[in-house]
């Protein structure tokens, strides 16, 4: 069988490999055999590409796909080549190798997502995140509880943070499937993603989510009695939450805001100086950092995804980054004027979620594949039959 005969066997091939990686990866990270389905799909998407005229013809019709594609490759390029005047020159083969891996994995996300197969693909990673925030809560309650951490069995995220934040993802697509398909079987799922986040007590997820939400709300729509049974609920939900032992632990480490926030601030402050040595272009992708804190605490991260960019590339770099970003925030608003203000919403919890967690996205699948370049590549698609709220 030759694929140039079959192009549309070939298509579904990657459609068929790229559902399956999303599932799985959704569930478990940095898994050989899970990377290997987003190999295999982009393999014959690549084929698809070459053979489908009219397929290539439509993909990059869109000015929008376009630019948007173009920015983050130039991105993805600028900091591969900071591995130059990194202490690890060598490294630039392996970044440029997971950068083309992740203009591909957008490609695909892209074509999918303008397609029929949108609502499919979003209910495929809602089952997924589903699966890993009931393993979560079923046998890594205890460590996550007592000491935020997950077990060595827990196929996610090691860091409670990422595990919160695709929590909060997992909320906003049931909400954007629920509005698409009207199904109120989909929002079971809401209650399991919202105590995963207070399971592990993360302020930030749980603040980038509830600010996201407020951002893109139709004020406009609400009547009064939205706005009282809203109250309502939130007062109901708290008191359940707070006379519990998680909503004890959870007030705790609001309580303790302020002194994580020097911590952080220490952190950031170190970043700066480190910074001013090395303006214009930074040190190059492989950097951390390497201090002791005032607490005592052995620092490698900036806890930044912004200030990352800034310590590895400096101000070209994290100039490029905010291009990509502002590019996206000007889809964005026009997502959100078409009525898909929930699409918005994933797009400005991803900004806020990386303000103050991360270091940098650039790497084989894992986490940040979801937090970051899945909000992404959703911005920059379209719905077929848009509709206002």
């Not at 698409?180 to 079971?188: A, F, N, Q, T």
């Not at 893109?216 to 007062?235: D, E, G, S, T």
């Not at 004890?248 to 402050?269: G, K, P």
Request: aromatic share 16%; with cysteine; glycine share 6%.
């Amino acid at each position: 069988m030759k694929f140039s005969n079959n192009p549309y066997y070939v298509q579904k091939l990657y459609v068929v490999f790229f559902f399956l990686f999303s599932f799985f990866s959704a569930i478990f990270y940095s898994y050989t055999k899970v990377n290997n389905l987003f190999h295999l799909s982009a393999i014959f998407f690549v084929i698809t590409l070459y053979f489908d005229k009219d397929f290539r013809l439509t993909f990059f019709r869109s000015n929008e796909i376009r630019r948007g594609l173009g920015l983050t490759a130039a991105m993805l390029l600028y900091f591969s080549f900071s591995n130059l005047w990194s202490n690890d020159p060598a490294n630039i083969e392996s970044t440029l190798t997971h950068s083309v891996y992740l203009l591909i994995y957008l490609a695909m996300l892209i074509s999918i997502l303008n397609g029929m197969q949108r609502n499919l693909l979003f209910i495929c990673i809602v089952l997924g995140l589903t699966s890993l925030c009931l393993f979560s809560i079923t046998f890594d309650y205890h460590d996550i509880l007592i000491s935020r951490q997950v077990s060595k069995s827990n196929p996610g995220p090691e860091n409670v943070i990422d595990l919160a934040g695709l929590a909060g993802i997992g909320v906003i697509l049931s909400l954007i499937i629920f509005r698409e398909k009207k199904s109120r079987m989909i929002l079971l799922t809401i209650p399991i993603f919202l105590g995963t986040m207070l399971l592990t007590q993360s302020r930030g997820p749980v603040l980038s989510l509830l600010i996201a939400m407020l951002v893109v709300l139709p004020y406009k729509h609400l009547k009064l009695k939205h706005v009282a049974c809203f109250f309502i609920a939130l007062i109901a939900i708290g008191i359940t939450i707070f006379s519990s032992e998680i909503g004890q632990l959870v007030l705790a480490r609001f309580e303790e805001i302020h002194v994580q926030s020097f911590l952080r601030f220490s952190i950031w402050l170190h970043t700066f100086d480190l910074v001013s040595q090395a303006p214009y272009f930074g040190y190059g992708f492989n950097s951390e950092l390497a201090f002791t804190n005032y607490s005592g605490e052995n620092i490698t991260t900036t806890h930044s995804l912004y200030l990352g960019s800034l310590l590895k590339g400096g101000l070209v770099g994290l100039g490029m980054l905010f291009a990509v970003l502002g590019y996206s925030c000007m889809l964005t608003l026009r997502r959100r004027r078409n009525g898909m203000r929930l699409e918005a919403a994933l797009f400005i919890f991803m900004l806020l979620f990386y303000t103050s967690q991360g270091m940098f996205v650039v790497g084989n699948p894992s986490e940040s594949w979801y937090l970051f370049w899945f909000p992404l590549g959703v911005i920059m698609s379209t719905r077929l039959k848009p509709h206002l709220p």
